[in-house]
C-alpha cells in the first residue's frame, strides 16, 4: 500500500483528516489546516527544510533530528512516546533516501 511521506516524517495518508481536509504537506505547501491552532502561517519543517534549504524531506538534512522535531510535541503524547515517534520518522526518512524514486514523498510499506 503507497504511503504518503510528509516533509518531517509523518505519514499524511494515516492521517484522519487526510483527503478530507488536507492532501500533504507538498500539496498544500506546507499549510496543513491546524497551523492557525499553534500560531503559525506555515510549517516550521516545510519552511526550513524545503522553501530554506530547497530539500525534499528532513532525511536529506545533516542536521536530522533537530530541535524542531523535539519541539513540535503533540500535547497528549507522554515524552517517551514523543521519543518513539520522533525515532520514528527520522528511520522512516532516512530510508526513503535508500529508494531511488520519482517521488519521494510516496513508499509502499
Known amino acids: 500500500m503507497e504511503k504518503v511521506i510528509g516533509v518531517c516524517g509523518c505519514i499524511c495518508s494515516d492521517c484522519r483528516i487526510y483527503e478530507k481536509e488536507c492532501k500533504g504537506c507538498y500539496a498544500i505547501e506546507g499549510k496543513p489546516c491546524w497551523l492557525h491552532e499553534v500560531g503559525l502561517e506555515i510549517c516550521d519543517f516545510y519552511e526550513c527544510c524545503v522553501l530554506d534549504k530547497g530539500l525534499e524531506h528532513c532525511g536529506q538534512c545533516k542536521e536530522i533530528?533537530?530541535?524542531?522535531?523535539?519541539?513540535?510535541?503533540?500535547?497528549?503524547?507522554?515524552?517517551?512516546?514523543?521519543?518513539?515517534?520522533?525515532?520514528?520518522?527520522?528511520?522512516?526518512?532516512?530510508?526513503?533516501?535508500s529508494y531511488n524514486i520519482v517521488d519521494s514523498n510516496k513508499l509502499d510499506i
Open 65 to 97: 533530528p533537530c530541535d524542531k522535531f523535539w519541539k513540535n510535541k503533540n500535547p497528549a503524547w507522554t515524552e517517551e512516546q514523543h521519543k518513539k515517534i520522533v525515532e520514528e520518522r527520522v528511520a522512516l526518512l532516512k530510508r526513503l533516501l
